[in-house]
């Protein structure tokens, strides 16, 4: 069994900072890319940042300066430092991750549960 798990999200100040965390656990034999995705209320869900195993990234135009996605392979961890937050930023925020599972097989994407980050103006 296979678990994204995040952490970071609150309640803050618009102009203030978080970390969102996402760690995935289980019976892992690899992971390719990892992403963040946001929902916001009555919206759809919108992709954000993604990062390769190698570390490349991409990042949404409507975020780009002030978010940043980072990963750490050997804790198989994803990163999403976002600044400069304003209260369009609220949303739930979603992380992936295509992971094949030990004894081989496809990469398969997984998503996370949500982390609520609301900004305050």
């Known amino acids: 069994q296979v678990q994204l798990v995040e952490s970071g999200g609150g309640l803050v100040q618009a102009g203030g900072s978080l970390r969102l965390s996402c760690a995935a656990t289980?019976?892992?034999?690899?992971?390719?890319?990892m992403g963040w995705y946001r929902q916001a209320p009555g919206k759809q869900r919108d992709w954000v940042a993604s990062i390769t195993h190698g570390g490349i990234t991409d990042t949404a135009d409507s975020v780009k300066g002030r978010f940043t996605i980072s990963r750490d392979n050997a804790k198989n961890t994803v990163y999403l430092q976002v600044n400069d937050l304003k209260p369009e930023d609220t949303a739930v925020y979603y992380c992936?991750?295509?992971?094949?599972?030990?004894?081989?097989?496809?990469?398969?994407?997984?998503w996370g549960q949500g982390t609520q980050v609301t900004v305050s103006s």
């Open positions: 289980g019976d892992i034999d690899s992971i390719n890319d």
């Open positions: 992936t991750g295509r992971i094949r599972r030990l004894g081989g097989g496809l990469h398969v994407t997984y």
